[in-house]
Every structure is written in C-alpha cells, then in structure tokens.
C-alpha cells in the first residue's frame, strides 16, 4: 500500500521536473539562438539604410522574373538558419522589395545550398546533391510566383 | 532545441562550440558597426536606431518563440524522430519526413550525418529529399514570418513547401532509379 502511495507520488514529482527540464532546455536553446538574431538584426539594420541606393543601382527593382532569379540566388549562395532568412525577408519586405524576390530569396536560402554542395556530394552522391540543389532552385522560384499569383488574385 | 540534433558529439561540447559560434558573429558585427562609426558616424547611429526599432516590434514574437521551443522540447525528441524515418513508413515515412525536416533544427549540415545513416539502413530517396526540402518551414521561426507577411501569406507559405518537398521527393526518388537503372544497363 506504502510503496503504491510512493509510485503515485513519484508520478506527480515526474511531470514538473519534466516541464522545469524542458524550459531549461529552451531557454539554453533559446539564450544560444540570441546572439545570431541580435547579429543578424544588428547586420540587416546596416544593410537596410543602403537597399534605396541598391535599387538605384539596380539589384532589385526590375522585372519580376529577374528580382526573383535575384532573390534565390542570393538565398542559394548564403548559407544559414530559416531564421535569419525570415528577418532578413520581413525587413527587405518592409523596405519595398518584391514580394516575390523576397519568397524566392526565403525559399532558396534553406533549401538550396551552393556552399554546402560539395558535402552533400560527398555524403549522398553528387548526382543527388546536383540535382536536388538545382530542383529546389526551379521550385524555390515556382513558389515565388504562385504565392505571389495567388495574393494577387485574391488578396 | 538540443535534444533534436544528431551530431553524436556530446551535448555540451556542443552547445558550448556553438554559443562561441554565435557570440563571435554578434562581436563581429558590432565590430563592424564600429568600423562604420569611425568612417561615417551619423550613419552608424541611424542603423542602431533602426536596430533597436525593429527589436521592440519584434519582443512578442521572441516570446512566443521561446514557448514554442519549450514545447518542442517536451514532446519532440530526436532518437524518436530517428525511429520513424524507417524505410518500411510508407505514407506515415511522408509524414515524418516531413514532420522532421519541420522540427529539425540548425544549419542543414548537421543532420547529414544522421540522414547517412538513415539512408545507408534503407531511407527512401524521396523521403529524404522530403526532409531536406521541408526544412524551409520552421515552426518556432514562424511568429516572426506572420509579423512581417501575415497569416494568408503564411500559410500560403507553408502549404506551398509541404506540396513542393513531396514534389521534389518524387522527382529525386525517379531520377535516382533511372540513374540506377542506367547503372545496370550499363553494367549489362
């Protein structure tokens, strides 16, 4: 009877060790991310200043099929987290770049990679590694403009 | 979030390479903001206004983040992902493909190890491209997508990458077998 009531109370003890342990995890998960957002935050405030005169100079701006080639190359070249892809789209969004260069660019920097290529060769194949690279490049573009129809249409 | 890597090194190796990682990108880039002030000071001071701006507009989305990390750190743990990638999946293999792809987390490279291996016990090619490509949809990432693009956008957004990486897993897994089939005939 004893041991049952100790059983039953281990349980109750389990659950918010669990939940403590999980916050903690978070939080370290959480404190780690930190300085890359503050960075990336920090870096896309200094570049967000200069995008008028890169319009001017015409990296974006032009025809949509260019702006979005433009985008997913630049997301295909730089390689890092979701995160800072959705930062640095939000901000160029908000600062008067196509919706549809800004979607290419957030599709191709997670999907694509042109640095990591030759890793994934050597690990899964090159055949695989070319031609997966170059889909998610066709369909990082595909995305881009079917949003972009559909907000069109709709929105 | 550190339960869900797959680098076999112990945790808080590596944590602490990481948190080193990202504390020298963050002195880095106020290394530059300090070059840029001694060259053009009113342009520095205008970027850090910009800067702390957009950090206030985004405080609420950091917040949630936070609680989505926690979440995902209760229920999502990274042997249990693993375990149902198998090669015998079938339409569940898709759904955890994906469902991981969704919840892995840190730059793509981390998880090659972990895909080899999958892979090498018989992964389908196309649930792993799946995986790969469905990495674009980051759960925790996303109160920030919605605060700059929306909720239609949003799950415009989502729908469009879950429908593209079954696309690019189909495709990948065909022209795998051609190139195997090639292989054979070659061979023959």
């Known amino acids: 009877m004893r041991k049952h009531h100790l ?109 990591q290529l030759p890793m994934e060769a050597l690990v899964f194949g090159s055949r695989f590694a070319f031609c997966r690279n170059l889909l998610s490049f066709l369909f990082s573009l595909a995305i881009a403009f079917m949003i972009s129809g559909i907000l069109h249409v709709f929105g | 979030m550190s339960s869900a890597s797959p680098d076999h090194r112990s945790s808080a190796e590596r944590n602490g390479h990481r948190n080193r990682g990202s504390w020298f990108f963050l002195l880095s ?20 206004d910009y800067f702390i701006n957009a950090l206030i507009r985004l405080l609420p989305a950091f917040g949630i983040m936070f609680l989505l990390l926690w979440l995902f750190n209760l229920f999502a743990a990274a042997p249990r992902i693993a375990g149902l990638l198998g090669r015998y999946a079938g339409f569940k293999g898709w759904l955890f493909a994906m469902g991981g792809g969704i919840l892995s987390m ?71 077998s051609a190139s195997s089939e090639n292989r054979v005939a070659d061979n023959e």
């Open chain 1, 7 to 115: 059983i039953k109370a281990d349980r109750f003890n389990v659950l918010p060790r669990r939940l403590l342990n999980s916050a903690r995890q978070a939080g370290l998960g959480f404190i780690s991310l930190l300085p890359i957002m503050l960075g990336t935050l920090l870096l896309t405030s200094l570049i967000i200043p200069i995008l008028p005169q890169l319009f001017e100079g015409g990296l974006f701006g032009q025809h949509p099929v260019i702006d979005a080639l433009t985008g997913a190359g630049i997301g295909s070249i730089a390689a890092g987290q979701p995160m800072i892809s959705y930062l640095l789209g939000g901000e160029l969004l908000d600062s008067g770049v196509d919706l549809i260069a800004v979607t290419a660019l957030v599709v191709a920097w997670v999907t694509v990679g042109v640095i």
């Open chain 2, 106 to 176: 840190g730059p793509m490279y981390l998880w090659y190890p972990l895909l080899r291996d999958l892979k090498s016990k018989g992964m389908r090619t196309s649930l792993l491209a799946a995986f790969l490509y469905s990495r674009a949809v980051k759960i925790p990432m996303l109160p920030f997508m919605l605060h700059y693009f929306g909720s239609v956008y949003t799950i415009l957004f989502v729908v469009h990458v879950l429908l593209f990486s079954i696309a690019s897993g189909l495709l990948m897994e065909r022209i795998s």
């Open chain 2, 29 to 48: 880039v106020l290394g530059l903001y300090l070059g840029v002030h001694f060259i053009n000071p009113g342009y520095s001071a205008a970027c850090f």
